[in-house]
């Protein structure tokens, strides 16, 4: 595929995954492009093993680029990646997702070249079957369900494997935070800001993604644990900002009620099974959050 100038950059942060990168970059060569063309570039963030071998191939099909760091952790890797971007607009996907089709039209679609829109796409668990998954999943789904419902349909977070935005406004945002070490707070910490800034974060159901996230019961905990280290220093930089009018830094008490119960709520397979791996979530990241609070206590 050639393009000299394309309109649109696909951004995708990787360690250590180079066996799941031929599926994205497979699903990535059957995109219908958008009005301009795209590219797609590949941060590795410092994979034990180099990962040419496995993008070679693609080159025929895409126009990659593929670009090595010392490991920094994924929000580096995605400010790194738009650094490289010619494209006007910026799209996010991680390496263990499947974009359909019409993915990045559908999100070039919600944006309608709006600078001051950031746009999420729809996530699909890609197990199904995998308790561990299927929860996360629920997660996500009920954090979305509960911002439409509080701001009549208006969002305040989308996940960065599914987002689109301008590159511009990336840039002018000071893309993400690099004080955030793993993929766990970094992108709630970017919408808190986008909306501080003045922006409008909407979704594009159309714009779907598979998500490969195989999560045994060890790794679950282990997410949710590090999503709450991330949690605390959200939390942190929320406080920070309340004095000019941030967003309340902690959810009501009812929020996690309402998830607990959310899978039975909205009749979901296995519903039991999920309210106990959601109330486990909870506990794990209560428990990262006090890890971090107390081995960080004056980190902002």
Same mark, same amino acid.
């Given at each position: 595929m050639a393009q000299s100038e394309p309109v649109w950059s696909i951004v995708i942060p990787t360690f #250590?995954?180079?066996?799941? $990168? &031929?599926?994205? $970059?497979?699903? $990535?060569s059957r995109q219908v492009p958008p009005a301009g063309g795209f590219e797609v570039i590949i941060v590795d963030d410092g994979s034990p093993q180099p990962l040419d071998a496995i993008v070679e191939p693609f080159r025929e099909r895409l126009v990659l680029i593929l670009h090595?760091?010392?490991?920094? #952790? &994924? +929000? /580096? +890797?995605r400010n790194a990646g738009v650094a490289l971007a010619r494209g006007r607009w910026i799209a996010l996907t991680d390496d !263990?997702?499947?974009p359909s089709a019409r993915w990045l039209v559908e999100l070039a679609r919600g944006l309608d070249a709006r600078n001051d829109v950031l746009i999420g796409g729809m996530t699909i668990n890609g197990f199904p079957d995998m308790a561990g998954a299927a929860a996360s999943q629920t997660l996500v789904d009920y954090l979305y369900a509960s911002a439409q419902k509080a701001g +009549? #349909?208006?969002? !305040? %977070?989308? *996940?960065s494997n599914n987002m689109a935005l301008s590159r511009n406004a990336f840039e002018t945002l000071g893309g993400f935070d690099t004080d955030f070490p793993l993929a766990a707070g970094e992108d709630r910490d970017f919408c808190d800001r986008w909306i501080a800034r003045g922006g409008i974060i909407e979704q594009a159901p159309a714009a779907r993604i598979e998500h490969f996230h195989a999560l045994t019961p060890r790794a679950f905990w282990r997410q949710h644990f590090n999503y709450g280290r991330g949690a605390r220093r959200v939390h942190a930089l929320r406080q920070a900002r /309340?004095? /000019? #009018?941030?967003?309340? *830094? %902690?959810?009501? $008490? /009812? %929020?996690?009620g309402d998830l607990i119960i959310y899978p039975m709520r909205e009749r979901r397979p296995q519903a039991l099974r999920q309210t106990v791996m959601l109330t486990l979530s909870q506990l794990a990241t209560t428990a990262g959050y006090l890890a971090e609070r107390f081995t960080h206590s004056d980190r902002v």
């Open positions: #250590g995954r180079g066996a799941q $990168l &031929p599926g994205l $970059l497979e699903a $990535l090595r760091q010392a490991n920094a #952790g &994924p +929000a /580096s +890797a !263990d997702c499947r +009549a #349909g208006a969002l !305040d %977070f989308v *996940t /309340s004095a /000019s #009018g941030g967003r309340r *830094t %902690f959810e009501r $008490l /009812s %929020f996690y």
